[in-house]
């Protein structure tokens, strides 16, 4: 596990500023969303990357679960913990996908000094992050954040 101890997601603004909102509303849970299959099966703590132009880690939040499967059954389970505001903005996010990634977490923290992109590829050793999302082993999470 301990090479799978963190995970790099990106995200953009917005979606990090409505998972923030969730959190302050006094949420447990967030859900958040990805189109397809994709994300982490099995990880502690999910790193929050914000992408352009702000190219830095803004927080963090423990690994619940990863969830797949159809779109209409997880809105229908989980649809309360996205920051999305309705089943129709969900519909538009989607853009058409059947198949729907939710990555459930809890305890959501933001950092009071994001940490930038320069810092993460000094530490990590990668020049670019992947849109896919990086795992990361203890060690580096622990660096980082």
């Known amino acids: 596990m301990s090479g799978r101890y963190g995970y790099i997601l990106l995200s953009n603004e917005k979606w990090w500023n409505r998972l923030c909102s969730q959190k302050r509303a006094g949420k447990s849970f967030q859900a958040f969303v990805r189109k397809g299959n994709v994300g982490p099966k099995k990880t502690e703590l999910i790193l929050f990357y ?34 999305l505001k309705s089943f129709t903005e969900y519909l538009d996010f989607l853009q058409g996908r059947t198949k729907v990634t939710f990555i459930r977490l809890k305890n959501l ?22 849109r896919s999302g990086r795992y990361i082993n203890k060690e580096l999470t622990h660096k980082l954040i």
């Open 109 to 130: 923290r933001a950092l009071d000094t994001p940490i930038s992109a320069s810092v993460i590829y000094r530490v990590t050793g990668i020049n670019r992050m992947p």
């Open 50 to 83: 914000v992408t352009y132009p702000f190219k830095e880690i803004r927080g963090f939040g423990e690994f619940v679960e990863r969830v797949t499967g159809s779109a209409g059954n997880l809105w229908k389970d989980y649809g309360q913990e996205t920051c």
